[in-house]
Each structure stands twice: as C-alpha cells, then as structure tokens.
C-alpha cells in the first residue's frame, strides 16, 4: 500500500477516529466537517489539512471517505453544491461508510461511473469502540477491482472488510446487520430485568450464559452496562431508529416481514418519548420493571 492522498468527510464519533487512522498510517490527510471547529481540533491531533467544502477536500485526493448522517447528508457533500464530486479526479474512488439507503448508493455508483471514477457503499458495524480501536466490521458493494485497490486503506480502521456484491450490497447487509441487532437488544433487555426480578445476581448470571450459546456481541459488550443501567454513549437510539427506517422502506420493495424488528423500533420510540434520544441503543431495558440494577 502506498500512501496516498486522502480526503474524509464527516468527522462525527465515527469519521473522526477513522481519519485518524488513515493519517497514523502514514497517508496525507485531508479533512471536512460541517463544524469547522472539529475539523481544526482532528488537525491538531493528527496534522494533515482541513477544507473548507467537501469539494476543497476532494480535490487531488486518489480516495475519498465519508461518514455522515444519511441520505440528504449523503448527498450534500457529494452532487450538491461545493460537493466532493465536483473535484474528484480520474481514476479515484469514493468510499462512503455512512449507514444510508440502497437506492442512493446505486444512485451516485452511476454518477461516479459516469464521471471517470469509482464508488463503494461500505457502511460499518462495531460502534465508536471498534472505530477508536480500529476494529471495524465493514460491509461493501461495488465492484471487485475497485474493492481490492480500496481494501488495504479500509484495514486500516477495521478487521473484517468483505465485498458482498454489487453496489448497494453493502448497504443491504447492513440492513441484515440492523435487524438481527433489534431483537437480540430486545432478548437481552428481557433477560437483564427478569434476572433482577428473579432475584439473581444479573452480572453473574452473563458471565455464566456469555460462554454459552445465548451468547452475543450485546451481551458481552452491553450486559455489565445495562445492569448498572449506564446508557451514555454507544450507538444512539435515533441512529438506530433512522437504520430501522430504511430497513422497513427496503422491506416493502422486496417482499419481506419485518414483524420483531417493527414491534422494537416501536419500543425505541418509547426511549425517545422518555428523552433517551441519544441513549445507547442497549437502553431497551428502561422500559422494564426490575426491582434491582445489581
């Protein structure tokens, strides 16, 4: 791998420890978020540049990330005004790690084709720990030579990246990745309180299950904290809720039923009316009675 000149876009709780790994490798990095004060304090930290548009940012750059909100954000620092597309070079390639919709992935993987360069959707699984460690799960659509050109820079931040098709695949598989995640919080939060209903020792009780087959990333990661009923940080619940949606829309153009994974976005609604918005998505368990956290 060569280092290469690089441009990230989005330096949100993922984007941020994400770049810097790019830089602690060796590569020339450039940097753009909306708050610019952000961007300054990752420079400071990390050194390379920051831009004052994605397009600023773009410009030269033989790869571009980006780690934003959604679609409409997706979108803004890509097609939109000032946006990364407008500088990308020849030959380059886009890299988007936001958890967003398929229909737009395949939408700017025809822009950029059209445009002289390559586009992956490569959303990512592990959370602002597996970020910071640089430990990431990443899930990518596109095609197979542009995968292998992006894969070692990927490594750099993650510990499984694996083509799953065509463009949009990536994002498809995170939708699987979403779905699976809402029932097992679910199941989990259920048999965090009955354990303190029952009267048993609820971190004991995990330590003991956790090497069994009820075992899960959420249990080994998620058990300790929700018995001591500690939700500020993780993965959000309106990031959550946001992942749900896009699954439900998918859901309907491709036939499937969603029955567990609506029934608990439903429960998420829940925690925002409770003013748990930003709450770790493990705060499920605030909706259940227990008699004790320990």
Known sequence: ?????????????????????????????????????KAGKWVEEHGGQSAATPAEAAEGADFVFACVGNDDDLRSV?????????????????????????????????????????FLDAPVSGGQAGAENGILTVMIGGDQPVFERA??????????????????????????????IAGLVQGLSEGVAFAANAGLDANLVFDVISK?????????NRSETMVAN?????????????????????????GSELPVAKIV??????????????????????????????
């Open 78 to 118: 890509t097609i939109a005004n000032h946006g990364a597309f407008q500088n990308m070079k020849k030959g380059s390639v886009f890299i988007d790690h936001t958890t967003a919709s398929a229909n737009v992935a395949r939408e700017l993987y025809h822009v950029a084709q059209d445009s002289g360069f390559d």
């Open 1 to 37: 791998m060569n280092n290469s000149k690089i441009a990230f876009l989005g330096l949100g709780v993922m984007g941020y420890p994400m770049a810097g790994h790019l830089a602690k490798h060796g590569h020339e990095v450039r940097v753009y978020n909306r708050t610019t004060a």
């Open 151 to 180: 894969k070692p820079y990927i490594d750099c931040f993650s510990q499984a990246a694996k083509l799953m098709g065509e463009s949009g695949a990536g994002q498809l598989t995170k939708m699987v990745n979403q779905i699976c």
């Open 230 to 254: 500690q939700f500020e940080f993780g993965f959000a619940v309106d990031w959550m809720r946001k992942d749900l949606g896009l699954c439900f829309d998918e859901a309907k153009s491709n």
């Open 265 to 294: 976005d439903s429960f998420y609604g829940d925690v925002q009316a409770a003013g748990g918005n930003r709450y770790d998505t493990s705060s499920l368990v605030t909706r259940l009675p227990r008699k004790d956290l320990s």
């Open 212 to 220: 069994g087959a009820a075992q899960s990333w959420q249990m080994v």
